[in-house]
């Protein structure tokens, strides 16, 4: 088997980052090229995943303070319009009794 660090569709870059030209749907060399592909491909998307928990980990102390403000603000509506609903309620009980 090759390694990868042999083959010429690796380039190894001056702070050994290595850099893939290879296909899996054209050029690949040998069978278990394949195989290392698919965990490249695998590793970035871990990658990628943990990029994103850790900026959801960012917005959520935000979307905590945007939720309470939220309740607060719908609880003042709901405080200011229950005078409405006592009203109406009192009427019934008058009309009922």
């Given at each position: 088997?090759?390694?990868?660090?042999?083959?010429e569709?690796?380039?190894?870059?001056?702070?050994?980052?290595?850099?893939?030209?290879?296909?899996?749907?054209?050029?690949i060399?040998?069978?278990?090229?394949?195989?290392?592909?698919?965990?490249?491909?695998l590793?970035?998307?871990?990658?990628?995943?943990?990029?994103?928990l850790?900026?959801?980990g960012?917005?959520?102390?935000l979307?905590?303070?945007?939720?309470k403000?939220m309740?607060?603000?719908?609880?003042?509506?709901?405080?200011?319009?229950?005078?409405?609903?006592e009203?109406?309620?009192?009427?019934?009980?008058?009309?009922?009794g």
């Open positions: 088997m090759i390694e990868c660090k042999d083959c569709f690796c380039e190894i870059g001056p702070d050994n980052q290595r850099t893939f030209k290879c296909d899996p749907f054209t050029n060399k040998e069978p278990e090229c394949i195989a290392k592909w698919q965990l490249i491909r590793d970035m998307l871990v990658a990628s995943y943990q990029r994103m850790k900026w959801y960012k917005l959520a102390p979307q905590d303070k945007i939720f403000y309740q607060r603000e719908i609880e003042d509506i709901d405080e200011a319009e229950r005078w409405k609903v009203d109406e309620e009192e009427e019934e009980e008058e009309e009922d």
